[in-house]
């Protein structure tokens, strides 16, 4: 539930969503499809599917749902891929008129949750440096943020769930604070 007591749900992808996840990627602000997908433009049919079903390789795309009419509408989505080394791609956005609630850090705290179930060795993601929001809610995860050499104007972000497989990034290892305070996030509870 969300404050004022909208029920939320938090769902796999399935089969249909694509429909339903172009409406609320096109409901999105161009500053907030600009912070998710690097463009403010019309995001590719490809991207669209991405979110829409489960990625191969033990990916996961989850989408965060509120009723509406008979059925429901989409408010977020939460997404990783895994690459060769094990790694959980991840990237998350939440409506603009839902964000700043929670929500974001909630989305984060299960995929993280996922990836350390499914014992993979950690999550990395591409932040826009202008993305002070991001930077912030994924420090409070403990992640590191390194500017990436190559483009300084994406933060390479990075936290490492087993060690035995190895850093999720090379040289970008560092033990978070404490996991504490990432467990417990849900707007009910503050
Ligand atoms: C980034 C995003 C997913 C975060 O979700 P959210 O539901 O808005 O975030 P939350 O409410 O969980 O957390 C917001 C936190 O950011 C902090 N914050 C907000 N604006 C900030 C800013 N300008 N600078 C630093 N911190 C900021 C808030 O203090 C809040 O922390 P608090 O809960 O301790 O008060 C969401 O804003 C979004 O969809 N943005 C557009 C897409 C995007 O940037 N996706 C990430 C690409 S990888």
Redesign the pocket.
């Known amino acids: 539930m969300l404050r004022g007591g909208m029920p939320l749900t938090l769902r796999p992808a399935r089969d249909g969503d694509a429909p339903g996840v172009r409406a609320f990627v096109e409901g999105l602000s161009r500053e ?1 499809r600009y ?2 997908f690097l463009s403010g433009g019309r995001v590719t049919d490809e991207t669209i599917h991405s979110l829409a079903a489960q990625p191969v390789r033990g990916g996961v795309a989850l989408l965060l749902t509120v009723p509406a009419g008979d059925g429901e509408a989409i408010v977020g989505s939460a997404q990783y891929v895994v690459d060769a080394g094990h790694v959980a791609e991840f ?4 409506s603009d008129d839902l ?7 909630r989305l984060i705290q299960r995929l993280r949750q996922l990836a350390g179930e499914a014992g993979l060795a950690g999550m990395r ?1 591409d ?1 826009l440096s202008e ?4 930077l ?2 994924v420090r409070d995860f403990g992640f590191a943020t390194r500017r990436n050499p190559s483009d300084a104007t994406v933060y390479d972000v990075s936290l490492t769930l087993r060690a035995e497989h190895g850093a999720a990034s090379p040289g970008a290892f560092r033990l978070g604070r404490s996991d504490a305070r990432a467990i417990h996030v849900w707007p009910m509870d503050r």
């Open positions: 907030s912070l998710r990237a998350v956005v939440v964000q700043g609630q929670g929500l974001g850090r993601g932040v993305n002070r929001r991001m912030a809610i």
